[in-house]
């Protein structure tokens, strides 16, 4: 029987795809790797944070208006920007700085308990390597591309393993020896059993770097939504925290108030971030603006959003693991594993076919 002319086309596209995810897979795939590991222990990063430093979370989770009044005096002109609210699994107020600095207060009297940055936490400097690989703007497009070639091995890596038909048992054991066999099949089976959480993985992480050009295709494709933030005039001295806090805690029934922006001079208007019931962002997409005297000027539910812009806003989350509970933070934390684990069996499959 003749032989298909298919057949050697679709041998030389294997051999070129073979050759591609062999060595893009050895450099990029080592950055890759390691952006990865950093992201499975940022899976847990409040976790660690209060096996650090237990003090943050011997405390009770009460926002008090007169205790964010008080951070915000002392702490604003010295570039505090914003600040989490004290929630269940954090019970104290976190504050985000201008340059990137992270400082912890106490609920009670708002005195400061602890101040971090990437130059003198862990935790922080793997958050670092993980979003901008230490690079600034720079790193973070860097890591795009990274993220653009990585998406292209685990596509290539599941069009190589593609078996025959009635081969699909086959193409999944996993070989004890001899070792050329050994990684081979421990890279294909372990590569395509778990491709579909590393996928979605690194497609949000992607979708995280290019949030601009991903948020323009979700609206056009499924229709989005662009809420201006209102503009009030200064004409209280400073916000009445205290009624601007039980205004927040009002606008939005159902919705727990989880982030305050500390207005710049001159700003009439404070704005909180909420998450609504049905949301999967851990600190909410919806938003809530007041004036200095705790009117409501503004109430955005994120739910009610058209499908793709709550399609974008489901990118975060799902990437972190904060979709699924328990469960999926294991999941994502065992995505951020793989890349390790398929660059060290690629490596010595390779190593060993080649040594033969």
């Given at each position: ?32 790797a390691v952006v990865a590991l ?164 690194s497609l949000t992480g992607v ?150």
């Amino acid at each position: 029987m003749a032989a298909s002319p298919h057949r050697p086309g679709r041998r030389r596209l294997r051999a070129a795809l073979s050759w591609l995810h062999l060595w893009l897979g050895l450099v990029a795939g080592s950055a890759f790797a390691v952006v990865a590991l950093a992201g499975t222990v940022l899976v847990f990063h409040v976790d660690l944070l209060k096996l650090q430093h237990p003090d943050l979370a011997g405390h009770e989770a009460v926002a008090d208006g007169r205790v964010l009044e008080r951070i915000v005096d002392e702490w604003g002109p010295r570039g505090l920007r914003s600040l989490d609210l004290p929630r269940d699994g954090l019970p104290v107020w976190q504050g985000y700085f201008e340059d990137g600095r992270r400082g912890y207060f106490a609920p009670v009297d708002g005195s400061l308990l602890l101040t971090r940055s990437h130059h003198d936490d862990w935790l922080m400097w793997l958050h670092e390597l993980h979003v901008e690989l230490l690079g600034g703007k720079a790193g973070k497009e860097a890591l795009g591309v990274i993220g653009w070639i990585a998406l292209g091995l685990l596509l290539s890596g599941l069009y190589l393993w593609w078996p025959k038909p009635g081969r699909w048992l086959a193409q999944l054991k996993v070989h004890a020896g001899p070792p050329t066999r050994r990684w081979l099949t421990w890279h294909r089976g372990s590569g395509v059993v778990l491709l579909p959480l590393v996928l979605l993985v690194s497609l949000t992480g992607v979708g995280m770097i290019y949030g601009n050009g991903f948020r323009t295709v979700l609206a056009a494709l499924f229709g989005g939504a662009t809420h201006a933030a209102p503009v009030a005039d200064a004409t209280v001295a400073a916000p009445d925290w205290s009624r601007v806090l039980a205004g927040a805690n009002a606008a939005l029934p159902g919705a727990r108030v989880n982030r305050v922006a500390v207005p710049g001079a001159g700003d009439g208007v404070v704005g909180f971030r909420a998450r609504a019931a049905g949301e999967w962002h851990p600190v909410g997409r919806s938003t809530i603006h007041l004036d200095h005297s705790g009117s409501l000027l503004q109430v955005v539910d994120a739910t009610a959003d058209p499908a793709g812009t709550r399609i974008h806003q489901a990118i975060y989350p799902l990437h972190i693991g904060a979709v699924g509970g328990a469960a999926m933070r294991w999941l994502t934390a065992l995505a951020g594993l793989m890349p390790a684990f398929l660059l060290v069996t690629g490596f010595l499959f390779w190593r060993r076919r080649r040594g033969r």
